[in-house]
Nanobody, 116 residues
Framework: QVQLVESGGGLVQAGRSLRVSCAAS????????MGWYRQAPGQQRELVAD???????NYADSVKGRFTISRDNAKNTVYLQMNSLKFEDTAVYYC??????????WGKGTLVTVSS
């Protein structure tokens, strides 16, 4: 059974940095795209960034230049380095991983709170 476990969330002051990680386990296959989504209170879940197995990245406009996504295929792990955090980055951050045939897997989320 595939499991995605996020870690690294927490409370941070605006302008500071934080890194969240997501480790996938239980799969007999490699994931194609892995990424991070976030959901703020009262808002829909939105894509933050994703990365293909080959390393092609995609970012939401709101985080370009501040966030960096990376992955370690050997460890089935994806990271999100978040710099220059803003109050509006406060959200639950969810890890997503796609199987080669398209099935989506989700983590339970990690809360990132940015104090202004």
């Amino acid at each position: 059974q595939v499991q995605l476990v996020e870690s690294g969330g927490g409370l941070v002051q605006a302008g500071r940095s934080l890194r969240v990680s997501c480790a996938a386990s239980g799969s007999a296959f490699g994931f194609s795209t892995m990424g991070w989504y976030r959901q703020a209170p009262g808002q829909q879940r939105e894509l933050v960034a994703d990365i293909t197995r080959g390393g092609i990245t995609n970012y939401a406009d709101s985080v370009k230049g501040r966030f960096t996504i990376s992955r370690d295929n050997a460890k089935n792990t994806v990271y999100l380095q978040m710099n220059s955090l803003k109050f509006e980055d406060t959200a639950v951050y969810y890890c997503n991983a796609k199987a080669p045939w398209g099935t989506d897997y989700w983590g339970k989320g990690t809360l990132v709170t940015v104090s202004s």
